[in-house]
């Protein structure tokens, strides 16, 4: 059962445009969430991350929203840039527990000029 | 940010063979390691926990033989994928957590093996 979902594969956005990415939980001990992004071949590297306190976290062009209630969580990009093109990967940890994180299967995002 | 050195970035072996694979935080001490495996279009999937000077914990269904796990120093850990089949021809990515934040992994550059 994945805990965590990503539900879009894919999704293309035109240039200057917002992209919206989004992501499911189930797990409600889940209290801190965090975006990676993957280009091919490379490793994901760490865009932003949030709270379970919080409902919102901005940094630059890309903002992570969270709705508890709803176990969701979104990440806009605004403006997209061509080099906003890759995978983007949900995550989710209970900063307690004894595990790692969970990802989610990626959204990969294409920014069409 | 913190630096997390993966080698080799890819890996081409025979069947039947062992490859190596090493993880290196360049710029800070890692107490703890983890695996990760990804296949094409699916998530990151977490093998195993490693802890330095210590046995690596592994997830369920991870075979502890074929997947052999050393952290031997805060800086490196390896994975040694023996007796390789093609079936495990994967994404492998490591990563490395500093200080006390489980949160902000860093992770390396990933290791492409295909398995002949």
């Known amino acids: 059962d994945q805990q965590v979902k990503q539900n879009s594969p894919s999704l293309s956005v035109q240039e200057g445009r917002i992209s919206i990415l989004n992501c499911d939980y189930t797990?409600?001990?889940?209290?801190?969430f965090l975006w990676y992004k993957k280009y091919p071949a490379e490793g994901p590297t760490f865009l932003i991350s949030i709270s379970s306190i919080k409902d919102k976290n901005e940094d630059g062009r890309f903002t992570v929203f969270l709705n508890k209630s709803a176990k969701h969580l979104s990440l806009h990009i605004v403006p997209s840039q061509p080099g906003d093109s890759a995978v983007y990967f949900c995550a989710a940890i209970e900063r307690g527990g004894a595990d790692g994180l969970t990802f989610g299967k990626g959204t990969h995002l294409i920014i069409q000029p | 940010g913190a630096v997390v050195s993966q080698h080799p970035s890819r890996v081409i072996c025979k069947s039947g063979t062992s490859v190596k694979i090493e993880c290196r935080s360049l710029d800070f001490q890692a107490t703890t390691m983890f695996w990760y495996r990804q296949f094409p279009k699916q998530s990151l999937m977490l093998m195993a926990t490693?802890?330095?000077?210590?046995?690596?914990?592994?997830e369920q269904g991870v075979e502890k033989d074929k997947f052999l796990i050393n952290h031997a120093s805060l800086t490196l850990s390896t994975l040694t994928v023996t007796s390789a089949h093609p079936e495990d021809s994967s994404f492998y990515i490591c990563?490395?957590?500093?200080?006390?934040?489980?949160?902000?992994?860093?992770f390396g550059s990933g290791t492409q093996l295909s398995v002949l």
């Open positions: 490693s802890n330095e000077g210590s046995k690596a914990t592994y």
């Open positions: 797990n409600s001990m889940f209290d801190y």
């Open positions: 990563s490395a957590r500093a200080g006390t934040e489980n949160e902000k992994l860093f």
